[in-house]
């Protein structure tokens, strides 16, 4: 089996319904997606030592406003660009591809799936973590930058990503 480099940029599709149908099952160029870098076991030791050391010395609730500044700043580390996502303006439609702007304007499933996606990789589903596999072809239509680079990531994943399904 060959596994991504973790510092190759990823295409995770969240599995949202918009207008009643499954993101995934969307045209490629009206998908919503995301590129990101996948996150090191070290770089999540770290944030858990920062945070049990601030934790020994500061109240509850200090502690949570802890702990969620450090995954932020973690989440936000990871995110490369979101994709054909707009949001409703006065002079029209306007995209939302920055990460703190995204936090500010998206529903607050659609963040918190991000963070988990981020965070907790291990809690997806099947089909979610289908998603971390660098496709062969990107939902823009361009080759990922890890088949581009290396020449290794050649997989299904655009298939898995309309159909919602893992295979193996």
């Given at each position: 089996?060959?596994?991504?480099?973790?510092?190759?940029?990823?295409e995770v599709?969240?599995?949202?319904?918009?207008?009643?149908?499954?993101?995934?099952?969307?045209?490629?160029?009206e998908?919503?997606?995301?590129?990101?870098?996948?996150?090191?076991?070290?770089?999540?030791?770290?944030?858990?030592?920062?945070?049990?050391?601030?934790?020994?010395?500061?109240?509850?609730?200090?502690?949570?406003?802890?702990?969620?500044?450090?995954?932020?700043?973690?989440?936000?580390?990871?995110?490369?660009?979101?994709?054909?996502?707009?949001?409703?303006?006065?002079?029209?439609?306007?995209?939302?591809?920055?990460?703190?702007?995204?936090?500010?304007?998206?529903?607050?499933?659609?963040?918190?799936?991000?963070?988990?996606?981020?965070?907790?990789?291990?809690?997806?589903?099947?089909?979610?973590r289908?998603?971390?596999?660098?496709?062969?072809?990107?939902?823009?239509?361009?080759?990922?930058?890890?088949?581009?680079?290396?020449?290794?990531?050649?997989?299904?994943?655009?298939?898995?990503?309309?159909?919602?399904?893992?295979?193996?």
């Open positions: 089996m060959i596994v991504p480099d973790i510092n190759s940029i990823h599709a969240p599995n949202l319904f918009i207008g009643g149908q499954s993101n995934r099952l969307l045209p490629a160029e998908m919503i997606y995301f590129e990101v870098r996948g996150v090191r076991l070290a770089e999540k030791e770290a944030v858990d030592r920062e945070f049990v050391v601030y934790a020994q010395t500061h109240n509850p609730e200090e502690r949570v406003k802890e702990r969620a500044r450090l995954d932020y700043d973690l989440a936000r580390k990871k995110f490369v660009k979101l994709h054909n996502y707009f949001v409703s303006a006065p002079e029209g439609p306007r995209a939302v591809t920055e990460f703190d702007d995204f936090c500010r304007v998206a529903p607050p499933e659609l963040v918190a799936w991000f963070f988990d996606v981020i965070l907790w990789g291990e809690r997806l589903s099947a089909a979610e289908a998603n971390f596999l660098p496709p062969a072809a990107s939902p823009s239509g361009s080759a990922s930058r890890e088949a581009a680079t290396s020449g290794s990531a050649k997989s299904a994943a655009r298939t898995k990503k309309k159909t919602g399904t893992a295979t193996t």
